[in-house]
């Protein structure tokens, strides 16, 4: 897959909301290998059908939250996603819970 398609499509993946955009650092490079970091732009607005008229002051910036790194080399384009707190979370919260109950069927 080429960058700019792996791009376009981590664009279309984060914009589930008309308040969100998806932003990119500043490319680094080192050892044959480029690193683009990812990020989402969280607005909040007044009225969210008219987040883009930043003109008019309906929308203001509060977060730009990282979500992953591109990494581009000679051979492939990856996407590496970010492990965020809520994830971990819910994936201890789920392990924790399938625990409890096989430790409870299996209890004699």
């Given at each position: 897959?080429?960058?700019k398609e792996l791009l376009e499509q981590l664009k279309g993946k984060f914009h589930q909301h008309p308040c969100c955009k998806t932003v990119y650092g500043e490319p680094l490079s080192?050892?044959?290998k480029t690193h683009i970091p990812v990020g989402i732009e969280k607005t909040s607005c007044?009225?969210?059908s008219k987040c883009q008229d930043e003109e008019?002051?309906?929308?203001e910036t509060t977060k730009i939250e990282p979500v992953g790194i591109v990494e581009?080399?000679?051979e492939a384009t990856t996407y590496?996603?970010?492990l965020t707190w809520?994830?971990?979370a819910t994936i201890l919260g789920v392990g924790l819970a399938a625990g409890f109950l096989i430790g409870k069927?299996?209890?004699?």
């Open positions: 897959m080429k960058a080192s050892d044959n007044k009225i969210f008019n002051g309906e929308c581009v080399t000679e590496y996603p970010f809520k994830k971990a069927l299996t209890k004699k």
